[in-house]
């Protein structure tokens, strides 16, 4: 008798197989060049390895609001880096959408990217600890606090007071030796 394999287990393989070839001939991709732009709070961030020095500079970049229409008319920052990188970053940027543009020193463009910086999560107040009263060390699953009604603490009781009681009964018949 001949068990078949179901052809759901060899079908990704198949596939695969069948479009190595293609990419194998497709070439590599060229990377072109380009900007990459971050934000960390309200700090902006780009960097590109797209601009070359001329005359000690590697270029400018722009940061630019929805109302401003020209690289001139945004928030200039000068590249700094080196040749394997360059970089700028502005500071105290108000929530909203912003264009950045980047112009190497050649006076060719970079890239442009559109970023938007988010409003700061608003901080919550902690009281002070002389404000509210020492607990001491917090106890429990990952520091998980719970206050027991009475039922629960007198039925803990209980069995702790049973279990000590079993264990006094055991040992103490334990030590008595056995007659026969």
């Known amino acids: 008798m001949r068990i078949s394999q179901p052809l759901l287990r ?22 072109g060049p380009g900007i990459s732009v971050s934000t960390t709070g309200s700090t902006v961030s780009v960097t590109t390895t797209a601009c070359g020095r001329l005359n000690g500079s590697w270029g400018t970049a ?4 929805s109302t401003q229409a020209s690289f001139a008319e ?3 920052v ?3 880096g080196t040749s394997a990188g360059q970089s700028a970053s502005w500071s105290n940027v108000s929530p909203g959408t912003y264009t950045v543009v980047v112009v190497c020193s050649n006076n060719s463009t ?3 990217q559109s970023v938007i910086v988010s409003a700061a999560p608003t901080p919550t107040r902690t009281p002070s600890p002389s404000a509210s009263p020492s607990r001491g060390v917090l106890g429990g699953v990952g520091g998980a606090v719970k206050d ?13 007071g049973t279990g000590l009681i079993a264990a006094a009964w055991f040992l103490r018949r334990r030590s008595k ?4």
């Open 10 to 31: 060899f079908g990704p393989t198949m596939a695969a197989a069948a479009v190595l070839p293609l990419t194998l001939t497709a070439g590599p991709a060229a990377a």
């Open 78 to 80: 000068a590249l700094s």
């Open 62 to 65: 722009s940061l630019l609001t």
């Open 110 to 112: 970079a890239g442009a």
């Open 148 to 160: 027991y009604g009475t039922v629960t603490l007198v039925a803990g009781a209980a069995l702790a």
């Open 177 to 180: 030796p056995y007659r026969f």
């Open 74 to 76: 945004g928030r200039q």
